[in-house]
């Protein structure tokens, strides 16, 4: 089972890579100049279709272009604009911001084209419930040089069918109700099954009826939740506007330039942060990923590149709008650096576990050695880390010798009373220093303190935690309330346009 993983890990990696990402990007550009600028007939054309002057309730298809483009954008207005973004702007830094406004541009272009070829091959066999997407194109495009060829065209489609039906399991609904369980049970101790749960009844009830349902409950779920989001957001830059445009100096220094390490930001390069701000855009508007041109070929219209404009907008709104948004909250608010909560009340350091690149963490630390928290109590499945540095060395991404040391409180039995209550203790994981990863020749590594003495402890926020610990720090409550409301939102949207997506595949395959 083990090599199993590292297999999915290899070819996440390779999929993943630098390559992918730089060759979407170069699509992204190629369309852009191939149209002369069709984000400007996103912007005015489209906007125009989306209002409904060129609805006609006699041509094919099963919804209007506000409900294609609802659906479309109920897929990709997700978990990646809150706990996406926050990724990466905590690992990449802010020049990250830059590079996601660049791909959500040039992604305009990329999102335009594959719609309107989906739209002119898709298969309106049933004008009331037609299909569309990549296996369609491909398909009916190789179909025309031949019988062979046509043979060729299905299973390229049906390659892609299955990793739609891959992504509609993982990145489709496992990493929405993740970050929506792990949120609910930090706030209010819901359990992560029950979540799912709930999620999962939300969802059905939607597909279960079809495009015409889920186009009219995302028609009017997507307007609301990104209002919501929106109103919050732009509350808490208000707040910060004095801050606005240094932040924005800020995001293109770090955008061509390193990003220096200051506090639980541990520093970041510009190869870095462009990696790190393509990867998470591309990832939450899904421009060239073939996803949304499934939804948006189920608009009724008899002009394929009317509803290819129409499409154009996802970037906008998803990347854009929304994800800068989030961006700048992060950023004002002081989150993506943030100082410690305060010292560790012991002590705590690295030893070398045997030959290699491995150490393991010694400290007699418990949770009652941790610093007060302002907003919270530490708890069972809290996670934590405190920084290093190691001397001599230069990580390769980062640009910086920092490192994060994790640990998470886990809760212990007592074998003698086995009705009393768990003692809380800290699990540090262990910590292995690539020299794959790294620059230079190891030398001494070095807990970082704070002043007075300590190591300075940080509490560990993953993906939309960040964002609702960044509305928190500008006004207490409103990460809890509010971003777990628009989490939940996002997840289920996204949860039930994806779902369509892979019943889409499967019935290709």
Known sequence: MEHFWEFIELIGEWIWST????????????????????????????????????????????????????????????????GGVAV???????????????????????????????????????????????????????????????????II???????????????????????????????????????????????????????????TVASKLVPLMCLLYLIAGFAVLVVNADQIPGLLKLVFDSAFGTAEAEGAFIGGTLGYAFVVGMKRALFSNEAGQGSAPIAHAAAKTAEPAREGVVG????????????????????????????????????????AAGEGDEYIVVTAATVSHLPEQRLDQWSHGDKLFVLAEAQGMTHRSTGSNRFKITGVIDEVPDPEHPDAAVTLVISWGDVELKSSDWDGIPGDIRILEVEGGGAGIYREYEGAQLTAFAFDRAFEGLGKWLVTL????????????WSYYGEKGVAFL
């Open 88 to 154: 990466a702007i905590s690992v990449g830094g802010p020049g990250a911001l830059f590079w996601m406004w660049v791909v959500g541009f040039f992604g305009m272009a990329l999102k335009t084209i594959e719609i309107t070829l989906a739209m002119i091959y898709r298969d309106t066999t049933d004008p009331d419930n037609p299909s569309g997407g990549a296996m369609h194109v491909v398909k009916q495009v190789l179909a025309k040089k031949g019988s062979g060829w046509a043979v060729f065209g299905s």
């Open 157 to 215: 489609g049906g390659f892609f069918c299955i990793t739609l039906i891959i992504s509609t399991i993982t990145g489709g609904n496992m990493f929405q109700a993740w970050n929506v369980a792990g949120l609910t049970e930090g706030y209010f101790g819901v359990p992560k099954v029950a979540t799912g749960i709930i999620l999962a009844m939300l969802v059905g009830l939607v597909i279960i009826g079809g495009i015409k349902r889920i186009g």
């Open 312 to 351: 154009g907008l996802g970037p906008f709104i998803d990347t854009i709008c929304i994800c800068t948004l989030t961006a700048m909250v992060i950023l004002s608010t002081g989150t993506w650096n943030r100082d410690s909560i305060g010292p560790l009340a012991t002590e705590i350091s690295l030893a």
């Open 19 to 82: 390559p992918t990402f730089v060759g979407l990007l170069g699509a992204g550009v190629l369309f852009t100049v191939w149209t002369r600028f069709t984000q400007y007939r996103v912007m005015t054309h489209g906007l125009a279709v989306v209002r409904g002057i060129y609805d006609d309730p006699d041509d094919p298809g099963a919804i209007n272009h506000f409900q294609a483009l609802s659906a479309a954008l109920s897929a990709t207005v997700g978990l990646g604009n809150i």
């Open 486 to 497: 628009a989490a939940w939102l996002f997840a289920i949207s996204t949860m039930i346009s």
